[in-house]
């Protein structure tokens, strides 16, 4: 990738992403996927490192579920525009989680990796599903 693309790419994140999520934000590109790492705004809450720690996965938590629906849509247009998959992730006091490998989840075609590989796996197990039911012999009725 030469670094054109990756301007690109860095600067439609910046323009794209709402204000506010973020205090900062690296964007890169690693294989076929792009990776937005953002920094979240300090906390201040506990007095251990233990407890700091602890207050940064729960923001982390936090941030992932509130922001879920508008990180998909982000995603899946970033996906159509630059044709690579998107991985999220947040920082915050030392604490780094990524989350939602392999982006919005939509792909950007139906013949993607992801999706031939999953069309692969479905048909060489058809019929062997942990929660299928068992087949129940058909009763027949005789009349005498």
């Known amino acids: 990738m030469d670094d054109k693309e990756l301007g690109s790419i860095k600067g439609w994140f910046a323009g794209r992403l709402p204000d506010g999520w973020f205090t900062g934000v690296e964007v890169a590109v690693e294989d076929d996927?792009?990776?937005?790492i953002g920094t979240l705004p300090e906390l201040n809450l506990g007095s251990?490192?233990?407890?700091?720690?602890?207050?940064?996965?729960?923001?982390?938590?936090?941030?992932?579920?509130?922001?879920?629906?508008e990180r998909i849509g982000i995603a899946r247009e970033a996906e159509e525009r630059f044709k690579k998959y998107v991985t999220w992730g947040a920082k915050l006091d030392g604490?780094?989680?990524?989350?939602?490998?392999?982006?919005?989840?939509?792909?950007?075609s139906g013949n993607d990796r992801r999706s031939v590989m999953i069309r692969r796996w479905m048909r060489r197990h058809r019929g062997r599903g942990r929660y299928e039911q068992p087949q129940q012999p058909q009763a027949q009725s005789q009349i005498f």
């Open 48 to 69: 251990t490192p233990e407890e700091k720690e602890g207050a940064a996965s729960g923001r982390i938590a936090r941030f992932r579920e509130e922001t879920r629906g």
């Open 33 to 36: 996927q792009i990776v937005v």
């Open 95 to 108: 604490v780094t989680k990524r989350f939602n490998p392999g982006g919005g989840g939509g792909g950007w």
